[in-house]
């Protein structure tokens, strides 16, 4: 006999059952949401950061930290500052800041040579194929362009501005504290934005608190510095010499670097090639020396080779060179100027590797004319 069962009647869930399931609901669908976001989130950090070490990748940089002494910090673009590094590498927005006491030296790609005092802070802002505009917060800086550099030079010190007219050599003091912004210019022009030039051998400044309207005189050797003399002795022993002794206090005092001279030679390389050796100290007053023929009696030659053909030579002199100093080199022994049958005083790159060339340097008096000569000293080629 069949039997009748009757249909089964789906309990009505309670509302505590109902409460539990839109919970969990609410939970699963929060922790999906978190999720994604997380991921997209992680993705655009990503994204972004991939860009930023893009962005430092195709930068070119235009200079680097040659040398450093004391507490030097760097900051690229509006980044945090770091410590800063021999061979950190600079480019157009690089911030540079130096504690009191710390000095650091900047070598452009060109090589122009950019020096850094204590208690300074400063911004290589711009940097074009024909210009680079430094912005000085405060402190000083040393600036010395290379003989064919292609770019002038700006610096902007609050209101103040100066541009470089030709090859030139110069000191810009911001005094942050008092408003008042000091050059000197010791080769070459200045131009200022109040339409002044500043020359060699005088001295500019501009007191902030009453416009940009600078007073310009000549300077004498008491006028400068410690760093400002640092900088002449470290280029003094680079070839370059700078002379007040001879001069009247109205004259304008000039610094005359071998490579200057028609056909002469000097090098652009900071005599620092040794990243343990300290920065030269500030050089202690020298006895007055006639800067004329017969001044120099002694001139010490040293150097190396570098990869690519290259040399590096440094030479120091007892005495300062009127006009400058011209290297000469040759395959035989005894090079002269004028020169002999294989004798140059022209570009010494591209050399032949695995050649021995033989150098001299001597105090350049005039077309051809040298004075004392240097020892000789023979570099094989690389």
């Known amino acids: 006999m069949d ?8 309990k009505e869930p309670s509302s505590f059952n109902k409460k539990i399931s839109l919970t969990t609901f609410i939970i699963i669908l929060f922790i999906f949401l978190a999720g994604g976001g997380g991921v997209l989130l992680y993705s655009k950090k990503l994204n972004q950061s991939r ?20 507490k030097v910090f760097i900051s690229y673009k509006g980044e945090n500052y770091r410590e800063a590094k021999e061979g950190d590498a600079v480019f157009s927005k690089t911030r540079l800041k130096t504690l009191p006491g710390a000095r650091a030296i ?17 911004e290589i802002s711009e940097v074009t194929s024909y210009i680079t505009v430094i912005e000085n917060y405060g402190g000083q800086i040393y600036i010395r362009m290379a003989k064919d550099s292609p770019r002038r030079f700006k610096v902007n010190s ?11 050599t110069f000191d810009v003091y911001y005094h942050k504290d008092a408003a008042i912004v000091d050059y000197y210019v010791f080769e070459g022009r200045l131009t200022l934005n109040d339409g002044q030039e500043v020359s060699a051998g005088n001295k500019a400044s501009v007191d902030l608190t009453n416009g940009t309207a600078a007073v310009i005189s000549p300077f004498l050797p008491e006028d400068l510095n410690d760093f400002i003399n640092w900088n002449l002795g470290l280029d003094q022993s680079l070839g370059f010499s700078f002379n007040f002794t001879t001069l009247p206090p ?81 395959k035989n022994p005894g090079p002269t100027y004028p020169t002999r ?42």
């Open 3 to 10: 039997t009748f069962a009757p249909p089964v009647i789906p």
């Open 51 to 70: 860009q930023s070490q893009s962005s430092k990748i195709n930068q070119v940089s235009v200079a680097h930290i040659k040398k450093i002494e004391g």
């Open 250 to 330: 109205t004259a304008s005092p000039s610094l005359t670097p071998g490579s200057q001279e028609e056909g002469s030679q000097s090098t652009t390389n900071e005599n620092i090639n040794n990243p343990s050796s300290p920065l030269p100290p500030t050089p202690p007053p020298s006895p007055p020396v006639e800067s004329n023929s017969g001044a120099i009696s002694q001139i010490n030659l040293s150097g190396y080779a570098l990869p690519g053909g290259r040399v590096y030579l440094s030479w120091t002199a007892n005495g300062l060179a009127a006009k400058g100093f011209k290297v000469v080199w040759s």
């Open 158 to 168: 609050r209101e103040s501005s100066a541009l470089t007219v030709g090859k030139s």
């Open 106 to 122: 900047i070598l452009f790609d060109t090589g122009d040579i950019l020096r850094i005092d204590g208690d300074s802070e400063i």
């Open 341 to 382: 049958r294989g004798d140059s005083d022209e570009d010494y790159s591209g050399l032949e590797p695995g050649v021995t060339y033989y150098f001299r340097v001597c105090e350049y008096l005039g077309p051809d004319r040298c004075g004392v000569y240097s020892n000789e000293i023979a570099i094989t080629a690389q």
